[in-house]
């Protein structure tokens, strides 16, 4: 069974910044790709970034783009997010996902974390 641990949320005033983390443990997971969702209170889960294990290809969603940076360490096995210049609207739950394609749609990653709280708020 492989396994998803976030770390690194928290609450942050608008314009600050957050670096969360990522961590798989358990057996081998073969998915080429790894990235962030995250889910506001009331909305839907929504993308945010992916990365590809092999190489540093990314792709971000429009509203982060410019602001987020998502890197990886293959030898720890850990995704990380780099959120600079948060705004209010970055509030959300952030889940962890990891997958085999570069995709915005939440139903082609096969496996999430539990999620880590964001709160960015005067």
């Known amino acids: 069974q492989v396994q998803l641990t976030e770390s690194g949320g928290g609450s942050v005033q608008p314009g600050g910044s957050l670096r969360l983390s990522c961590t798989l443990s358990g057996r081998n997971y073969d998915g080429a790709v790894a990235g962030w969702f995250r889910q506001a209170p009331g909305k839907e889960r929504e993308f945010v970034a992916t990365i590809r294990w092999i190489g540093a290809r990314t792709r971000y969603a429009g509203s982060v783009n410019g602001r987020f940076a998502i890197s990886k360490d293959n030898a720890k096995k850990t995704i990380y997010l780099q959120m600079d210049s948060l705004k209010s609207e970055d509030t959300g739950v952030y889940y962890c996902?990891?997958?085999?394609?570069?995709?915005?749609?939440?139903?082609?990653?096969?496996?999430w974390g539990q999620g880590i709280q964001v709160t960015v708020s005067s």
């Open positions: 996902v990891v997958g085999s394609y570069m995709v915005e749609s939440p139903d082609r990653y096969d496996m």
